[in-house]
Nanobody, 125 residues
Framework: QVQLVESGGGLVQPGGSLSLSCAAS????????MAWFRQAPGREREFVGA????????TYGDSVKGRFTISRDNTKNTAYLQMNSLKPEDTAVYLC??????????????????WGQGTQVTVSS
């Protein structure tokens, strides 16, 4: 059973930075794509970014490109999301996801069977 545990959310002022972590455990997790999605009240779940474990290939959603960076530490089975230049519209629950996702599907939330509990990020002055 794969388990994902996020941490690092909180309140930050516009223009500030925040870092999230997603610790993964379970069989085959080292082979999985790790992704971040976010969901704000009344809005659909939005793809933030994803990273493969083996080659570290990264993809990002258009709204966060140039501001957010995904990384991973294979020795700890942990993925990170560094968020810079945060805007009020970045406010959402951020969810970590993992699975053996095929090429071209990393942005599709339906492709992931394993999810963390989510962590709230609030950008406000």
């Amino acid at each position: 059973q794969v388990q994902l545990v996020e941490s690092g959310g909180g309140l930050v002022q516009p223009g500030g930075s925040l870092s999230l972590s997603c610790a993964a455990s379970g069989p085959s997790v080292s082979n999985y794509v790790m992704a971040w999605f976010r969901q704000a009240p009344g809005r659909e779940r939005e793809f933030v970014g994803a990273i493969t474990w083996n080659r570290g290939h990264r993809t990002y959603g258009d709204s966060v490109k140039g501001r957010f960076t995904i990384s991973r530490d294979n020795t700890k089975n942990t993925a990170y999301l560094q968020m810079n230049s945060l805007k009020p519209e970045d406010t959402a629950v951020y969810l970590c996801a993992a699975d053996d996702v095929g090429a071209g599907r990393s942005k599709d939330s339906a492709a992931y069977n394993y999810w963390g509990q989510g962590t709230q990020v609030t950008v406000s002055s």
